[in-house]
């Protein structure tokens, strides 16, 4: 085999698969090393994917049980077979790896089977499991080895009984209690799949609100519809400790403000304090610049302080922690080492979170356009005043759209809806071609939809939303 390449992609997450594929397209001979036994990354093997399988099945288990009655579907028995759910999520990823697998066939990539280590700007050295180590060179090298979960500096992840994010999508059993570190969207989606299922779960969140980030009125209104659903917060508390006894941990924990200090023992401990970038010693090594979070700098052209070494994903200092930016830097990284213009707008990336309802935003907060002095008109509509989600008995949530004062230029949306992660991309289209309110309030929206409800509250940025 010629080890010579025109770009060489290491890791086959979203990013780097993507990055491989738009460099093979555009004609330059390509390879993508992968250590990880089947291709996809984080996302596919340990994340989006096992992740919304099992929320899908937990939901379909929790109508079943909650809601078919009331729609007049009577089901006799209902049992959870949560091997066999295991086994269907198993199957979707299986599907989903081999298809990158395939993809980079088509594209006449060849897969590195191996773990990669840059040796200097041009060479990659390759090791795999059995020891050989390989030399291959490049003409330019991309770095995608994505992140890793942390945890607190006190609490060892063992996998077992405190668990990341990987270990909790592979309980053999329903756990009795759990309790969750950390109400990101992680934290938060995997509580609703182990509640669902039977679970009694708390969440401890160090701030006073869930999903940092995210505008406070939906941040609030969510924390109250997962309220209702059963699962236990315990905000504006900082754990402390988690100690193992027999089968069982023990997590200590204090309240911010008051000091009080609480305990509770649990079956499992889930650690979703956050991911970090994948840094090998090798980065380190070379002096890859890296920021003061330890994710490697990058210019607007993902070119690392090293020339010829180019960055992107969930290892960058940009952006936040999701597939499709990943995806998104893939491709513009490829195109840009073409020599053609890539670009990632980073005001204009979705972030959805897929409870039930499913939570979801772009562009700017009103939090942060208080805080950048920016006038802006706000336009909501709730999804009580939706006739779809009515018929639907899905009216928890709302739309809220913000615009610019003077100009109506959308400049952020959010929004809590059983399928806010699909309508979502609508804001999205609107903002990348600078829309106004105005232009979303006349455009016609199939009826009934619940993106109407979009409009709706287009319409109510001019304060004349006709439903409500
Ligand atoms: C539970 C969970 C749920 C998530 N859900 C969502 C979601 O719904 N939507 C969303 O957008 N994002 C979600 N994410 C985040 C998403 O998975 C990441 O943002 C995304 O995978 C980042 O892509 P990446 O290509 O940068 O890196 P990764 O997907 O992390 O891929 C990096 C790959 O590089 C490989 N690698 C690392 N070092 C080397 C080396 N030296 N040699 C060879 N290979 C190497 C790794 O094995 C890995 O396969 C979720 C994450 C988790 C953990």
């Known amino acids: 085999m010629d080890n010579n390449f025109d770009v060489i992609v290491i890791g086959s997450g979203p990013g780097g698969y993507v990055a491989a594929i738009r460099s093979s397209q555009l004609g ?3 390879a993508c090393i992968e250590s990880r036994k089947t291709l996809g990354g984080t996302c596919l093997n340990v ?4 992740s919304k399988s099992l929320l899908n099945a937990s939901e379909m288990y929790h109508k079943a049980q909650k809601e078919f009655d009331s729609l007049g579907i009577e089901v006799d028995k209902i049992k959870l077979n949560l091997s066999k759910m295991m086994d269907n999520k198993n199957k979707s990823v299986l ?7 395939f993809l980079l066939k088509k594209n006449k990539i060849t897969h590195l089977k191996g773990k990669g280590l840059i040796k200097d700007k041009n060479t990659v050295q390759v090791s795999d499991k059995s020891g050989t180590k390989n030399i291959y060179k490049a003409k330019n090298i991309i770095i995608a080895t994505g992140s890793v979960p942390t945890s607190l500096p006190n609490i060892k992840i063992d996998e077992n009984i405190i668990v990341s994010s990987t270990g909790a999508l592979s309980f053999k059993e329903v756990p009795k209690d759990i309790v969750v570190i950390g109400g990101g969207y992680i934290g938060l989606e995997l509580s609703s799949v182990w509640k669902r299922l039977g679970s009694n779960v708390t969440v401890i969140e160090f701030l006073d609100h869930i999903i940092p980030g995210m505008d406070k009125d939906i941040s609030s209104e969510f924390l109250k519809i997962l309220n209702k659903q059963g699962i236990n917060f315990k905000l504006d508390s900082k754990v402390t400790n988690v100690n193992l006894i027999k089968n069982k941990a023990v997590v200590d924990f204090t309240h911010n403000k008051s000091q009080i200090r609480e305990r509770i023992e649990c079956d499992k401990v889930l650690v979703a304090v956050g991911r970090k970038s994948n840094i090998g010693y090798d980065i380190k090594n070379l002096g890859i610049k890296l920021n003061n979070k330890e994710k490697i700098q990058v210019n607007e052209k993902f070119e690392t302080s090293i020339k010829n070494i180019y960055a992107i994903g969930d ?8 597939a499709h930016k990943a995806e998104d830097e893939g491709i513009a990284v490829a195109e840009i080492i073409a020599g053609q213009a890539g670009h990632v707008n980073y005001n204009v990336i979705p972030a959805v979170i897929y409870t039930s309802p499913e939570v979801a935003m772009i562009g700017k907060t009103e939090e942060e356009l208080k805080k950048e002095n920016i006038k802006y008109k706000i336009g909501k509509f709730p999804f009580l005043a939706n006739s779809r989600a009515k018929v639907n008995n899905e009216t928890e949530g709302f739309v809220k ?4 004062s003077k100009t109506d230029k959308v400049l952020g949306m959010s929004l809590i809806c059983s399928v806010a992660g699909s309508l979502i991309s609508e804001l999205a289209i609107a903002m990348e071609f600078g829309a106004s309110a105005e232009d979303i309030a006349r455009t016609c929206h199939a ?3 619940h993106s109407e409800a979009i409009k709706e509250a287009a319409m109510a940025v001019d304060k004349r939303p006709i439903h409500f």
């Open 28 to 30: 330059f001979k390509t």
């Open 401 to 404: 759209i913000i615009a610019e």
């Open 315 to 322: 290892v960058i200092d940009k952006g936040p922690m999701l």
């Open 447 to 449: 009826h009934p939809t």
């Open 47 to 50: 994340g989006c994917i096992p």
């Open 95 to 101: 599907n989903l790896t081999k298809g990158v697998e």
